[in-house]
Structure formats: structure tokens, C-alpha cells
């Protein structure tokens, strides 16, 4: 019954978008400025790593609890999961960066803080629709449980209902 309940809380698709730009968003702002002050004491390639790290920690556990109303923790998984999608996240930011470094010999801190939010935003919506899709869908050992205590079909049915394949088209009447 919990979980029937957690199912019916989820958010829909734009409240969860909201929430993940409130969020992600906040979280990412924080990062940019993380990654800019932890910068002047080592490489930048190597902040944004560490930063990227701790921050994909932290935007899964909200994600977890408040974006994609999955009542509790995030699991092993889900933060592995979405470990996967912010090395694509940072990858995208690392390439707008060095791009930036090729395009401008001595950008200024408030480009540099442009380019890198730009990036982010970017790798953000494509990030947001592998959470929502993936690593936060419904959980999938629900689903399954729920198909093994379903009521079975009688055959009729099931055979009236499924759609004709390419030999019921051949049938002549």
C-alpha cells in the first residue's frame, strides 16, 4: 500500500522539471562557484571532477526525495545511475571549457561563469530526462510484482485482444 501511495505522489512531468531546475539548478549554481574558488588552487579539470563528484552526490539524494517523489533514499543504483549521466554532464562541461580556452586566450571570470552555466544547462535537461526515464522511473520490481499477483487472462481474451500478426493478415476469410 506504501508504495501504491508513493506511485500516486510522484510528480507529473512538469512539476518534476520544475523541482529538478530548483534543485539541479541550485546545486549547480553553488558548484559553478565551487569549481571557480577550488580552481585558483588546482587544475580546473580536476575541481570540476571533485566538485562534480560531490555535487552529483548531494543532487541525488534531492532528486530522490523531492524532484521525482520517490519517498526516501536514493538507492546504490540510482546513485550509480546518475553518476553515469553527470560524467556525460561533465564531459560537456569540460569540452565548452577547454572550447572556450581555445577560442579566447584570457576569458574573464564572468565568460568563463557563463560558458560553464551554458554547458551545464544544456547537459542539465538531457540529464533530467535520463533521471525521470531511467533512473527514476517507477521502480521496476513493483511493476513485476504487480504483474505476478494480477488476475490471469483466459486465453479468449488475451488471443481477441492481442493485435494480428503478419500470418492473421494472410488469412483469407
Excluded: K
Excluded at 539548478?25 to 577550488?38: K, M, P, Q, T
Excluded at 548531494?58 to 526516501?72: S, Y
Amino acid at each position: 500500500m506504501a508504495a501504491q501511495s508513493r506511485q500516486q505522489a510522484a510528480p507529473g512531468a512538469f512539476t518534476a522539471f520544475t523541482r529538478f531546475v530548483l534543485c539541479g539548478g541550485g546545486v549547480g549554481l553553488a558548484s559553478s562557484f565551487a569549481v571557480a574558488a577550488l580552481a585558483s588552487w588546482i587544475p580546473w579539470v580536476v575541481a570540476n571532477a571533485l566538485i562534480t563528484a560531490v555535487s552529483t552526490l548531494i543532487a541525488t539524494e534531492l532528486h530522490a526525495r523531492f524532484t521525482f517523489g520517490v519517498g526516501g533514499r536514493a538507492t546504490w543504483r540510482q546513485h550509480a545511475q546518475s553518476a553515469g549521466s553527470a560524467a556525460a554532464a561533465y564531459a560537456v562541461t569540460c569540452m565548452a571549457m577547454l572550447g572556450l580556452h581555445q577560442l579566447v586566450a584570457a576569458p574573464s571570470a564572468v565568460l568563463e561563469q557563463v560558458v560553464y552555466l551554458s554547458a551545464s544547462a544544456l547537459a542539465g535537461v538531457a540529464r533530467f530526462a535520463v533521471l525521470r526515464l531511467l533512473v527514476f522511473a517507477r521502480n521496476h520490481a513493483q511493476v513485476a510484482a504487480a504483474a505476478r499477483t494480477a488476475r490471469p487472462v483466459h486465453a479468449t481474451v488475451a488471443r481477441a485482444a492481442a493485435p494480428a500478426g503478419p500470418a492473421a493478415l494472410c488469412r483469407t476469410a
